[in-house]
């Protein structure tokens, strides 16, 4: 079955620290992977998208990368701040589907 | 603001009633999709839509139906409303299929039935 798994479930870390979300899927032949953010009682905002081609997106202090052949996405935020706390949502279009396939997220807190 | 706009934003129905959610979008995507979303399991695809007209079965279909009569709409419908249908529903939208272009979401829909 194809899958998308994030861990942990949660993060907290402390206001400015550089970090790292792990996003990992079963199958490397995938069509792209997009990293969404959503707030508490909102929709998902769409962060980064990464077609298969690629290896990185940038968009100010977030950057994602990915890595096929692992199985495997980062989503790297530099100098964290409060605002940045919400749940960070990885979703993969596998090859042979015919939707996104979603992690589960991870809660990010960022404390003052 | 161009987007998706889901109505209404929250809804309270008792076990057995009917409700149809709407979806509308500004954007003239041609793809549209109604997912939910449950503690712990992430979003999970309904239904979905590559046009006008069309429609086909995502994740879990079960329990629901759709109608795009109109390319800016997308409907979702409840016939007989369960307390496993409790979630909060999400409609999104894309330009082109496979996600190549990304995803617009709504701000989503707040369900309860009891």
């Known amino acids: 079955k194809q899958e998308v798994t994030q861990i942990p479930a949660a993060l907290s870390v402390p206001e400015g620290e550089n970090l790292v979300l792990n996003c990992s899927f079963t199958d490397s032949a995938i069509y792209n992977l997009q990293w969404f953010r959503q707030d508490p009682g909102k929709g998902l905002t769409s962060l980064l998208l990464?077609?298969?081609?690629?290896r990185e997106q940038t968009s100010g202090r977030l950057n994602a990368s990915l890595d096929k052949s692992s199985g495997r996405s980062t989503l790297y935020i530099a100098a964290s701040q409060p605002g940045d706390s919400a749940t960070y949502l990885c979703?993969?279009?596998?090859?042979?589907?015919?939707?996104?396939?979603f992690g589960s997220g991870t809660q990010l807190t960022v404390l003052p | 603001n161009a987007g998706v706009t889901q109505t209404p934003k929250f809804r309270v129905l008792k076990t057995g009633q009917s409700m149809t959610l709407l979806c509308a979008q500004d954007?003239?995507?041609?793809?549209m999709y109604w997912y939910r979303q449950d503690p712990g399991m992430g979003l999970r695809l309904i239904h979905y839509?590559?046009?006008?007209?069309?429609?086909a079965k995502g994740e879990v279909p079960d329990g629901y139906n759709v109608s795009r009569l109109k390319k800016q709409n997308f409907l979702l419908g409840l016939e007989s409303a369960a307390p496993s249908q409790t979630s909060v529903y999400f409609c999104?939208?894309?330009?082109?299929?496979?996600?190549?272009?990304?995803?617009?979401f709504g701000s989503g829909t707040r369900l309860t039935v009891v």
């Open positions: 999104a939208s894309s330009y082109a299929g496979q996600g190549r272009y990304g995803y617009t």
């Open positions: 979703a993969v279009w596998y090859g042979s589907a015919r939707q996104l396939t």
């Open positions: 954007m003239n995507h041609e793809y």
């Open positions: 990464i077609q298969s081609s690629q």
């Open positions: 839509s590559v046009g006008e007209g069309t429609t």
